[in-house]
């Protein structure tokens, strides 16, 4: 079966600017999770939705959100972007009793 | 979430067995202990987890000592392939999602020649 999809691989944005981000997980899978990944910080959970709402929050500014469509497929945004934001963003997807999560190979995003 | 250590690397030498260490003093007894890996340029990617007793699957072994405040991952013949981040993670059975984790600095295994 396909694997988690994140679209586009590879973003370059302005300081100032908006970016979106998307996520299609593995068909069947309710939850969804992103995480931001940078060299100083690691990995760290951004938020998690399941069936269309945000379960979990990490402790990120309100600039960076997400939304969860009815097909499960996911978005985020990150508003007025800084350059501490260019980051491998990643998603996770898991089915509901699931031990593990499959994740995608993530949206590497530099802001200039 | 409980904490976990790991040593920031190890290396390898092909073909030889790995026995990655990771120390989680304050577990709970409701937490799970998970492995995942990240290979250079891809997402982490699931390895193994258990609870009390030693776990095996195709990839790998995970034994966990009997306090349950320690547990080593056990590749047994590393391949080149093997090169990646080892994430020890530990997942409340109770409260935890299988895509809420909480990742720490993991360890950095080189596997050469």
């Known amino acids: 079966k396909a694997g988690v999809t994140q679209t586009p691989r590879y973003l370059i944005k302005t300081r100032g600017q908006q970016v979106t981000l998307s996520c299609s997980p593995i068909s069947g899978h309710r939850s969804v999770s992103w995480y931001q990944q940078t060299p100083g910080q690691g990995l760290q959970f951004l938020f998690e939705?399941?069936?269309?709402?945000?379960?979990n929050k990490g402790n990120f500014p309100g600039r960076f959100s997400g939304r969860q469509f009815s097909n499960s497929r996911s978005e985020m945004n990150v508003s007025t972007l800084e350059l501490g934001d260019s980051a491998l963003y990643l998603c996770?997807?898991?089915?509901?009793?699931?031990?593990?999560?499959?994740f995608g190979q993530g949206t590497r995003l530099t802001v200039v | 979430d409980a904490k976990t250590t790991q040593p920031n690397s190890m290396e390898s030498n092909e073909e030889e067995p790995v026995h990655l260490p990771c120390n989680h003093s304050t577990i709970s007894g409701t937490d799970y202990i998970h492995w995942y890996r990240q290979l250079p340029s891809q997402g982490p990617e699931y390895v193994i987890h258990?609870?009390?007793s030693n776990v095996n699957n195709r990839m790998a072994s995970l034994a966990i000592a009997e306090d349950r405040k320690s547990s080593t991952l056990i590749l047994h013949r590393a391949t080149l392939r093997d090169a990646a981040v080892y994430y020890c993670i530990l997942r409340d059975s109770h409260t935890g999602t299988a895509s809420k984790l909480t990742f720490g600095t993991g360890t950095r295994l080189q596997v050469t020649l």
């Open positions: 939705y399941f069936s269309e709402t945000q379960r």
């Open positions: 258990g609870l009390t």
């Open positions: 996770a997807s898991s089915f509901p009793g699931d031990t593990e999560a499959f």
